[in-house]
């Protein structure tokens, strides 16, 4: 087991270079079974979960060829693609489910054990298994496992009653090689549905309407391999921007896209965080005005990220003033509270709302990470508590930010990687 070590820390102050989006290159690499030829994927991110991706596309038959010093996977599926996802690869990771749509078009049939991921509440893949339906294939869901048949797919309505963006993910890639049209409609609209959209497309298929709430797709015949460069991860763009405004820092962030992280520079300009888009990247500065309190509401993109609420509520722990964060996400996403509370935090929970007095002085504790962005919160508080902070379940955060210490130690904070 490994653990951080994280210690009170000066502003954060420096360059960061943000990494390719973990949630936009595990469907990229899924979408890569659709293909008859090889398909190249530049900046990928050295993560947990990427490796765990590669690992599934090698078991069901694909050729991968990792370079993470180039940042560059190649993935070059057979002609004969096996349609069972082994159970323990794909309950190490939610985003296994997103292999099912591609196997469905590609061999007639797929079958998954239900997927696993962090505990920040319900995911169920009925929405995955309502769009498959939709375009003709006959799906059972059991009590570990889904698995879905048909003998070709073929165009059809869905209207998703939330707008998942692994559905709308999963069911576009299926519908990419259906015979007809396929509608989505309220569609997820996230900057990485629009990533992967455009990696289809250069495979050849036929998507309008990606990034709005209507999708349509014209089935094609075959797709072909093809090059991809993967988008900045705007949750680690805020991540660092709150790194650098929870301390009083001045950082440069490099690689980012401003237009993907609006809801979240709205809410850090409304706590009293200096913001520039500049032609090397993005400065953001805590160290202009004393921090206030804001009030902030989860929602589908592009409301503010639930992705980004627990590292959003340590700025709110230290600021002055009344804040209330609303979560409409996910039902069980304020496991951290307890650990913040824990570092000195004054945070009150009603049903799917937190109360936060801002202002308390923190202190070093142990502490786990309860989910993957919750590490990251965690980590932040640190950099701010009286002390030494101990940050267990590690493996959770490694899940989704790379070199995450190196970056944050490069800007001045005080954070080790022990094995314990």
Do not use: Q, Y
């Given at each position: 087991m490994a653990k951080y070590l994280v210690e009170k820390s000066?502003?954060?102050?420096g360059e960061v270079e943000i990494s390719g989006a973990k949630n936009s290159v595990l469907p990229i690499l899924a979408a890569t079974l659709l293909a008859d030829g090889p398909c190249e994927i530049r900046d990928v991110p050295a993560l947990r979960d990427v490796d765990v991706m590669c690992k599934l596309l090698r078991q069901l038959g694909c050729k991968v060829s990792e370079d993470f010093r180039k940042k560059i996977v190649t993935v070059e599926p057979p002609a004969a693609l096996q349609n069972e996802a082994a159970e323990e690869l794909a309950i190490?990771?939610?985003?296994?489910?997103?292999?099912?749509?591609?196997?469905?078009?590609?061999t007639g049939r797929a079958k998954f054990p239900l997927p696993g991921g962090c505990a920040i509440g319900a995911r169920p893949v009925d929405l995955h298994c309502k769009g498959f339906e939709a375009m003709g294939a006959t799906v059972e869901l059991g009590d570990d496992y889904v698995e879905a048949r048909a003998r070709k797919l073929v165009g059809g309505k869905v209207y998703l009653d939330f707008p998942s963006v692994g559905a709308t993910e999963n069911i576009m890639m299926a519908a990419a090689l259906a015979d007809g049209i396929s509608t989505i409609e309220n569609a997820a609209e996230e900057p990485e549905i629009?990533?992967?959209?455009?990696?289809?497309?250069?495979?050849?298929?036929?998507?309008?309407?990606a990034g709005t709430a209507t999708i349509r797709i014209e089935g094609v015949p075959t797709l072909h391999g093809c090059g991809h460069?993967?988008?900045?991860?705007?949750?680690?763009?805020?991540?660092?921007?709150?790194?650098?405004?929870?301390?009083?820092?001045?950082?440069?962030?490099?690689?980012?896209?401003?237009d993907?992280?609006?809801?979240?520079?709205a809410k850090l300009l409304e706590c009293g965080v200096s913001i520039e888009d500049t032609d090397e990247g993005m400065r953001v500065r805590g160290d202009v005005k004393p921090l206030v309190a804001t009030n902030i509401k989860t929602m589908p993109y592009p409301g503010f990220p639930t992705d980004l609420q627990s590292p959003f509520m340590t700025l709110l722990a230290v600021a002055k003033g009344h804040s209330v964060v609303t979560e409409t996400v996910f039902e069980d996403r304020f496991k951290h509270i307890g650990e913040l509370n824990r570092m000195g935090a004054e945070i009150r929970i009603n049903d799917r709302k937190a109360s936060v007095e801002g202002g308390q002085p923190l202190h070093g504790a142990k502490v786990m990470a309860t989910d993957l962005r919750a590490g990251a919160a965690l980590v932040l508080a640190g950099f701010?508590?009286?002390?030494?902070?101990?940050?267990?379940?590690?493996?959770?955060?490694?899940?989704?930010y790379e070199d995450f210490v190196e970056k944050l130690t490069a800007l001045g904070g005080k954070i080790r990687r022990v094995e314990e």
């Open positions: 000066g502003p954060l102050r190490r990771m939610r985003a296994s489910i997103l292999a099912m749509g591609p196997l469905l078009a590609k629009i990533d992967l959209a455009n990696f289809l497309n250069k495979m050849g298929a036929k998507i309008k309407g460069t993967v988008i900045p991860d705007r949750i680690e763009t805020g991540t660092f921007m709150l790194a650098a405004a929870i301390t009083g820092g001045d950082v440069l962030i490099r690689n980012v896209i401003p993907h992280v609006r809801a979240v520079i701010m508590a009286e002390g030494v902070t101990e940050v267990g379940a590690i493996h959770l955060v490694e899940r989704g």
